[in-house]
């Protein structure tokens, strides 16, 4: 099979194109290599992928229209697993324009490319940041998500919004994946794990928004992949007599659903900081702070949909995953021997 990579650059992409390359398959990946955090480290992964034969890297932004429709013309992929996006939800505050050109036009040039080369599947990052308001827990993909607190979470429900209509107009079958808080080796510099490990070792201290009583689903990066390669695998079709009225918002009368992708287990935000400790073998000196605007008290996947569709379930523990985070960490940037 051939597959389109996008964001292969970046955590989850780099991740997912070597675990494609270990089955076989040709990839194709993209990213435009931008500097929303340092791209000494995406430039990193890339080295680690260059040796894999069945990979070949473009270097291209999704807002580029032509370049997108040449690059599908041109490929003609069976797959297409579409992660690159403007992330963060603390920088959409400051900049809204940067999530409008990746999350928005670029997504539907994914889409506008799907549909003129007939793509036999599109799975594509969406987020757990959707849920915005919501209090329920477990987050179920059956839960309304029409309350975004954050642009880049309003991008998110966007993008499952476009998608269906794409699945709808086009029968093209498309997959969306609400991911809950990733971490592993290779993880990303704006995310609360690597920050605190880097914070830690450097003896820096470390803010600890709403004094610490927050807890997130985190999930290591390997279940993640896992799941992602198995719903690439899983075309959706129509749902039988499925009407608005009637019907769940995960999925359609076109071939089209939504699936959290999680741990399915919340960890106090203490705890996980306790954990990292641990790992290091260092305390760190905490500054308790107040919420920040656009975060969320507490996520937590409904992963029953997954389970049901795939027969997976994440398997790896926090110790276990941290501890691998902490000595990948150590080792890249040859520091806390």
């Not at 990946?29 to 680690?48: F, I």
């Amino acid at each position: 099979m051939k597959y389109l990579v996008t964001g292969a650059a970046g955590f989850i992409g780099f991740h997912v194109v070597r675990a494609l390359a270990n089955q076989g398959h040709e990839i194709i990946g993209l990213d435009n290599l931008n500097a929303y955090y340092d791209p000494a480290l995406k430039l990193a992964r890339l080295k680690e992928l260059a040796p894999i034969q069945e990979f070949s890297f473009v270097k291209l932004d999704l807002a580029d229209r032509e370049g997108m429709a040449t690059l599908f013309a041109e490929h003609q992929f069976d797959i297409v697993i579409h992660l690159a996006a403007q992330a963060g939800v603390r920088y959409s505050i400051d900049n809204p324009m940067a999530y409008a050109d990746a999350n928005l036009v670029g997504h539907l040039t994914v889409l506008e490319g799907c549909r003129q080369t007939k793509v036999k599947h599109l799975v594509y990052a969406s987020s757990s940041s959707v849920y915005g308001l919501n209090t329920k827990t477990p987050f179920s993909c059956d839960d309304s998500v029409d309350h975004p607190i954050s642009l880049y979470a309003a991008t998110k429900k966007a993008n499952e919004l476009m998608s269906h209509t794409y699945s709808h107009l086009y029968n093209l079958p498309t997959s969306g994946l609400r991911f809950f808080t990733v971490y592993g080796p290779w993880g990303r510099p704006d995310m609360a794990p690597f920050k605190f490990t880097k914070k830690i070792i450097d003896g820096e201290s470390i803010d600890i928004y709403n004094n610490g009583n927050l807890s997130r689903d985190f999930t290591y990066i390997d279940d993640i992949v896992e799941g992602i390669i198995r719903v690439a695998g899983k075309i959706p079709s129509s749902t039988e007599n499925w009407t608005p009225e009637s019907g769940s918002v995960k999925n359609s009368s076109a071939p089209y659903c939504l699936y959290n992708i999680g741990n399915g287990n919340p960890v106090q935000l203490l705890d996980f900081v306790q954990t990292i400790e641990t790992a290091i073998g260092i305390t760190a000196t905490k500054n308790m702070k107040p919420m920040q605007p656009g975060d969320v008290y507490k996520t937590w996947a409904d992963t029953a949909d997954l389970f049901e569709a795939v027969d997976y379930k994440p398997s790896v523990d926090l110790t276990t995953g941290v501890t691998k985070f902490v000595a990948w960490y150590k080792s890249f940037y040859g520091v806390g021997k």
